[in-house]
């Protein structure tokens, strides 16, 4: 790919920092491997609803469409809580995914020693943990319907549904099977199946599809709660972890107790149409503004976006080697630091500084080609 086009939506909160030092990440790689960076900026989220009343325009879904791979910042915050609910923030984000069709969410998790101070997760239990949560990204409770809160009997209930068709498990529990043979060649797939009958669905569709084309995997079942604890109590066993919509939003943000935090886990979501990168944090309007964001978990997040859109894994290698470099050299954003020694807290556009030279160091030390 000699040329990427990309459609950068920077959200609301500390969206627009994290998201600047992505870029600057790619158009840093992109300088050195002969590869041109076409980025267009529109609003998103709670940005949008401001401007034009919605939380995503038709235009930019248009841009989306028209894209290679979409940089992603959060969206939502407390400005936008009280609006109707057709509007919040995150009814945006379900709607880009939906109309990009990326109905699976890869999220990895991996131990870092350098930040092991970080981590809530004792070292001997933690060292060595590296894996990738799998998630159903456009089914599952979240899109089912019908959905409603109504007045019954004088007093009101919620409802909301969770649905999913064979087709929409076979696709992304195929994700997930491809994953794994490219890892150690283990699935473990997580559902409730002993109390919901979706899941019972999802369970005999893993399990036909692992029959039928996937042999060479392992394949085993977890009901999401023992393994939410086994996840926590013993990380290193986890290698490729495939989940539907509720489950994988939950385990995935689990995993950050591996690094320590949100601000380092990236996420691609990937499909039918152009990828979504983002990182998997919030868009903590607190500290908004302050240059106290990290933004390795965007970083992060580009570097997939070379590995999946621009089928360049070599390329991504540089950026995550970059982003250790960093860590390595004791950078730590407020998030991550610990007081451990040898450290030295940075601000966000510092962080992206170190990562930018590590990537320059790493060029002139080897030649990469487009």
């Known amino acids: 790919m000699s040329s990427l086009r990309l459609l950068v939506l920077d959200g609301d909160g500390i969206g627009p920092e994290v998201n600047a030092q992505a870029l600057r990440v790619l158009r840093e790689v992109g300088a050195h491997a002969g590869m041109s960076i076409e980025a267009e900026h529109a609003a998103f989220g709670g940005a949008s609803l401001d401007a034009y009343g919605l939380p995503v325009t038709e235009a930019t879904i248009a841009l989306a469409k028209a894209s290679d791979a979409v940089l992603l910042g959060a969206v939502g915050g ?13 009814r945006g984000l379900l709607r880009l995914r939906s109309e990009l069709g990326v109905f699976a969410n890869l999220r990895p998790a991996k131990f870092s020693a350098a930040i092991e101070a970080a981590s809530p997760l004792r070292p001997e239990r933690a060292r060595g943990a590296d894996f990738v949560i799998v998630r159903e990204l456009c089914g599952g409770i979240y899109f089912g319907e019908p959905r409603a809160i109504e007045t019954v009997n004088g007093e009101r209930r919620g409802y909301n549904t ?19 043979r490219l890892r150690s060649k283990r699935l473990t797939s997580v559902d409730k199946a002993n109390v919901l009958e979706v ?5 005999e569709v893993v399990t036909d599809l692992h029959k039928r084309e996937y042999s060479d995997i392992t394949l085993d079942h977890q009901y999401v709660d023992s393994y939410a604890m086994k996840m926590v109590a013993n990380p290193r066993d986890a290698d490729v972890v495939v989940t539907g919509n509720l489950f994988g939003d939950i385990l ?13 886990l990236p996420s691609a979501s990937l499909g039918e149409g152009p990828g979504l990168y983002e990182p998997v944090h919030g868009s903590a309007p607190d500290i908004a503004g ?31 080697d970059a982003v250790q470099g960093a860590l390595d050299a004791g950078l730590r954003t407020g998030d991550i630091a610990w007081g451990d ?18 990537i320059r160091s790493s060029f002139g030390s080897k030649e990469t080609r487009a």
């Open 290 to 320: 302050q240059a106290k964001a990290n933004p390795l978990g965007a970083i992060l997040s580009s570097a997939l976006l070379l590995e999946h859109t621009v089928k360049r894994p070599d390329l991504a290698k540089i950026v995550n």
């Open 199 to 203: 899941s019972r669905l999802w369970r």
């Open 252 to 264: 995935s943000d689990l995993a950050a107790a591996l690094s320590g935090s949100l601000g380092m």
């Open 78 to 90: 407390p400005k936008w809580d009280d609006v109707a609910p057709h509007l919040r923030a995150e």
């Open 341 to 358: 020694a040898g450290t030295r807290r940075v601000n966000t556009v510092e962080m992206g500084d170190a990562v930018v030279a590590n």
């Open 162 to 180: 969770m649905v999913y068709t064979e087709s929409e498990i076979v696709r992304v529990a195929r994700v997930a099977f491809e994953t794994a």
